[in-house]
């Protein structure tokens, strides 16, 4: 495989799993579908589940899960058990295209530090990536990357402001360590809508990269305690050819609790 398309591929699959990989979380919808995570579990023994698809259009390669399943459990007080499992798709410009497992991700919230009138709640999310996918075939990784993040959230009223950002240890011939930063900021409009943005800064994860910053739209759609739809769309400000960023899930919360 060329040089330049084995770039753009490591490019995708690092962008989708910070699209739908860094964590899925509970109350008031914090996290998916935006890059940047929130430090808040699931209550003890209750569970998320998403249902989606993510997509990303680099120059003239299309990278997608369809479908992707995220499961996520208060197993512990303060403590969120997250598995994500995506069918992966891959079409570089002069490949055949391919459909398949892609890389499952494992991860455990850990709360430090709960929220009060004049602190932020706080918690650290590691996460590793296990090859399931194809590499050969643009479906995974063919590594372990571990990301090390730390995540922060105040909230007021309405509002929501959460952030923060890690360090990705990223192994593989071509293939740099790299940092992400990210913050958003969200608001209930009414028990059935919240809408929120973020900005996104991620360091360049292979050779021949460049640092680069970006942004997400989204939203929440609460049809009942138990039911959501999440979505978001976005694009890099500085990476011309990556025209496209998106995320589609269904979410439901057991027992519903909001």
């Given at each position: 495989?060329?040089?330049?398309?084995?770039?753009?591929?490591?490019?995708?699959?690092?962008?989708?799993?910070?699209?739908?990989?860094?964590?899925?979380?509970?109350?008031?919808?914090?996290?998916?579908?935006?890059?940047t995570d929130?430090?808040?579990?699931?209550?003890?023994?209750?569970?998320?589940?998403?249902?989606?698809?993510?997509?990303?259009?680099?120059?003239?390669?299309?990278?997608?899960?369809?479908?992707?399943?995220?499961?996520?459990?208060?197993?512990?007080?303060?403590?969120?058990?997250?598995?994500?499992?995506?069918?992966?798709?891959n079409?570089?410009?002069?490949?055949?295209?391919?459909?398949?497992?892609?890389?499952?991700?494992?991860?455990?919230?850990?709360?430090?530090?709960?929220?009060?009138?004049?602190?932020?709640?706080?918690?650290?999310?590691?996460?590793?990536?296990?090859?399931?996918?194809?590499?050969?075939?643009?479906?995974?990784?063919?590594?372990?990357?571990?990301?090390?993040?730390?995540?922060?959230?105040?909230?007021?009223?309405?509002?929501?402001?959460?952030?923060?950002?890690?360090?990705?240890?990223?192994?593989?011939?071509?293939?740099?360590?790299?940092?992400?930063?990210?913050w958003?900021?969200?608001?209930?409009?009414?028990?059935l809508?919240?809408?929120?943005?973020?900005?996104?800064?991620?360091?360049?994860?292979?050779?021949?990269?460049?640092?680069?910053?970006?942004?997400?739209?989204?939203?929440?759609?609460?049809?009942?305690?138990?039911?959501?739809?999440?979505?978001?769309?976005?694009?890099?400000?500085?990476?011309?050819?990556?025209?496209?960023?998106?995320?589609?899930?269904?979410?439901?919360?057991?027992?519903?609790?909001?």
């Open positions: 495989m060329p040089p330049i398309v084995s770039a753009k591929i490591r490019f995708g699959w690092v962008t989708l799993g910070c699209l739908f990989a860094l964590g899925f979380v509970s109350v008031s919808w914090a996290g998916p579908p935006f890059a929130d430090p808040e579990p699931p209550e003890l023994g209750h569970w998320e589940i998403f249902l989606g698809a993510t997509a990303l259009q680099v120059q003239d390669d299309f990278s997608a899960t369809a479908p992707f399943l995220a499961v996520n459990w208060g197993g512990l007080p303060d403590v969120q058990f997250s598995l994500t499992a995506p069918v992966a798709f079409s570089p410009t002069g490949f055949n295209s391919a459909y398949g497992m892609g890389d499952t991700q494992l991860s455990v919230k850990y709360r430090f530090l709960h929220e009060t009138e004049g602190m932020p709640q706080a918690a650290f999310f590691p996460q590793v990536n296990l090859p399931t996918g194809d590499a050969g075939k643009g479906l995974g990784e063919g590594q372990y990357p571990i990301y090390l993040p730390l995540w922060f959230q105040k909230s007021w009223g309405p509002w929501c402001s959460f952030g923060g950002g890690g360090y990705w240890i990223n192994p593989g011939s071509g293939n740099k360590n790299w940092v992400f930063l990210g958003a900021l969200q608001r209930d409009l009414s028990p809508v919240t809408l929120g943005g973020e900005i996104f800064y991620h360091g360049a994860s292979a050779s021949g990269q460049i640092d680069n910053m970006g942004f997400n739209i989204g939203g929440n759609l609460n049809f009942d305690p138990v039911n959501h739809l999440v979505f978001s769309a976005g694009r890099d400000l500085f990476q011309p050819g990556n025209q496209l960023t998106a995320f589609l899930a269904y979410r439901w919360t057991f027992p519903g609790d909001e």
